[in-house]
């Protein structure tokens, strides 16, 4: 079991591996913000770079893997991606299971935005030895992330699911935890990190 998951490891370091990963969530980005299209349409100017969520996450993302392919870290990128992939991959399906509770149906594109903002969160976490933020950086997408919450539920620029709107305040604190929870995932991996480099 160790070997398989050490070759599983290794091969996610593979740049065949990391390239078809960047044009996938290049690819999805662009889906995502034209996804977005008709809420930006109706957004004001000044919220406009904090109303697509998940986009925005996945290219994230897409720096930080660019920087991997080129031999570099780019570490505020590395810990907006750690940080928003978690973040928005975990808050989708959850808002996707709480529609189909809702309405009883979410349809084969609400199933599909399951599947990839759950694979979002994964590969996230599953990339997390690759990150070399500090804590500067976590402070600074922490501030990104927690700002992002008030221009959602402070000042209503939310992603737009109208059968939960009756309960956008819950949603709003459901976030708001949420955040705290990724970002402390986010410092529990650089002190891990600092650990290892300490013993060895």
Known sequence: ????????????????????????????????YIWYAPQLSRTEPQFLLFVPDSPTASLFFCFAILGWLLGKNFKLMEALALITLMKYGIWAVVMNILTLA?????????????????MMAVEGILYMANYRFTLVHIAIASVWTLHNDVIDYVYGQMPTYSSLYKYADHIGYFTFWLSIACISIAYYSFKKRNYLNIVQ
């Open 1 to 32: 079991m160790r070997t398989i998951l050490l070759q599983f490891l290794y091969l996610l370091q593979n740049r065949t591996v990391l390239t078809m990963l960047f044009i996938i969530n290049f690819l999805g980005t662009i889906y995502g």
């Open 102 to 118: 809702e309405t009883g149906s979410i349809g084969i594109l609400g199933w599909m935005l399951v599947v990839s903002h759950f």
